[in-house]
């Protein structure tokens, strides 16, 4: 009777908190694992906000300079002034070979390789910086549910055993072990679905940026290419 009392009492109290206190030692790291997952993902997401807005500004201020009809020289000039991010990291680091290449007799084809491929490193280096930590969240996404439900196969265990122990089905005799069950999917699906979604929205976001970031290093080695056939210095873009 005792054993049905206190299980009654403690089945009566479903706050968040004395559900996690009730549940076991293996189903408190379980959701302890799921609450730590889902703040370090929505301080990635809220990093993530920031970086891809500053990068998609600062490829809209630099797609700006660039077509305003400036001379090339001009542009670098701005451009070094500007953020160091997107297309101003790959415009200076082609003029930064452009320059070094000067009187180096390699012929026009290879100046233009030589540019392309240095604006590509620059490009994978900045799509990477973008990148970083959106693995974590494509790893919460993924496993946070199975760990929600390790927690709920845990709990639903403990009320098969409860119900053993006490040799009474009385919903209050398995209540608490459901409950912390329950609590541990959703704690699950609390870590999953934001980390899925800000995982697909960014991902979609940066692959767009890299568009257009590799649109420019086209037009861009286009201008040089017709700037080394015509044996003119670069004058306008």
């Known amino acids: 009777m005792n054993v049905e009392v206190a ?18 030692l293996t189903v408190k790291l379980v959701m302890i694992g799921l609450v730590v997952a ?13 970086s891809v807005r500053r990068m998609r500004r600062a490829v809209d201020a ?13 542009i670098d000039e701005a451009a070094r002034r500007m953020d160091s991010h997107g297309p101003a990291a790959l415009f200076i680091a082609a003029m930064d070979e452009w320059r070094r290449s000067r009187g180096v007799t390699a012929g026009p084809h290879g100046l233009l390789e030589r540019i392309e491929k240095i604006m590509d490193v620059e490009l994978h280096r900045q799509l990477a910086r973008l990148e970083r930590y959106l693995l974590v969240l494509a790893t919460v996404g993924s496993i946070a549910p199975f760990v929600g439900l390790f927690g709920t196969v845990w709990g639903i265990m403990n009320s098969f055993q409860a119900i053993a122990i006490s040799k009474n089905t009385n919903l209050a005799v398995v209540a608490p072990g459901l409950a912390e069950a329950l609590f541990a999917t959703a704690l699950g699906l609390l870590a999953a679905i934001p980390a899925v979604i800000f995982y697909n929205k960014f991902s979609h976001d940066i692959s767009r940026l890299g568009s257009r970031m590799e649109n420019f290093i086209d037009e861009f080695t286009t201008i040089i290419g017709r700037q080394l056939e015509g044996a003119r210095p670069p004058v306008t873009a």
């Open 62 to 74: 630099f797609e700006a300079l660039f077509w305003s009809g400036r001379s090339l020289n001009e």
């Open 38 to 50: 889902s703040v370090v993902c929505w301080a990635i997401v809220f990093e993530k906000f920031l």
């Open 7 to 24: 299980a009654a009492t403690a089945a009566s109290d479903f706050t968040l908190w004395a559900m996690f206190m009730q549940a076991t």
